[in-house]
Antibody, heavy 122, light 110 residues
């Protein structure tokens, strides 16, 4: 079955960087884009960006441009999201989610990874 | 503040029908399809409705979606205790070049 498995929880100090991984299985890795979405404690969902595992091209939400990097390793079917210059406001659960589409140009996220808690604290 | 506006809470008794609204604008819901996600606290979101009204396999037909102009709606009929969760609408925004979400609606089954 299609599955996305993310790396474990991380704790970082303000100003540091964090790299979260998302390993895909159960489908052709390069056929579907991967999104990253985060959720601060008690808050809603916030889209961060997307990576095309086939060619590695990326698009980021304006809020994160210059601070986020998304990469992929096709040999291990893994995508990575790295966020730099962390502040307490970046404390959140970070999710990867596969982008699906149909012939009517609808797009949606399915499935989602289990989430990775990143805590930024001095 | 979220780009898409949802009521923060909704409630109903078992068996009732509940509707959750999602209000947007011409750059998102007005021209793009809407998806709905269900999130049980402590777990990852799960797609409930995609393309305004389509249900993935495995989602009960008690859940239905619709769209009118710049608003979308999620209806849940025959409410069950297991439906207690947070519900989020989402759409692509052409002006922001980003996916945008509603702030979420916490559904309580009384």
């Amino acid at each position: 079955q299609v599955q996305l498995v993310q790396s474990g929880a991380e704790v970082r100090k303000p100003g540091a960087s964090v790299k979260v991984s998302c390993k895909a299985s159960g489908y052709t890795f390069t056929n579907y884009h991967m999104h990253w979405v985060r959720q601060a404690p008690g808050q809603g969902l916030e889209w961060m960006g997307i990576i095309d595992p086939s060619g590695g091209s990326t698009t980021f939400a304006q809020k994160f441009q210059g601070r986020v990097t998304m990469t992929r390793d096709t040999s291990t079917r893994t995508v990575y999201m790295e966020l730099s210059s962390l502040t307490s406001g970046d404390t959140a659960v970070y999710y990867c989610a596969r982008g699906l589409y149909d012939s009517s140009a609808s797009n949606w996220f399915d499935p989602w990874g289990q989430g990775t808690l990143v805590t930024v604290s001095s | 503040q979220s780009v898409l506006t949802q009521p923060p809470s909704a409630s109903g008794t078992p068996g009732q029908r509940v509707t959750i609204s999602c209000s947007g604008g011409s750059s998102n819901i007005g021209r793009k399809t809407v998806n709905w996600y269900q999130q049980v606290p402590g777990t990852a979101p799960k797609v409930l409705i995609f393309g305004n009204y389509q249900r993935p396999s495995g989602v009960p037909d008690r859940f239905s979606g619709s769209k009118s102009g710049t608003s979308a709606f999620l209806a849940i009929s025959g409410l069950q205790s297991e439906d207690e969760a947070d519900y989020y609408c989402a759409a692509w925004d052409d002006s922001l070049n980003a996916w945008v979400f509603g702030g979420g609606t916490k559904l309580t089954v009384l």
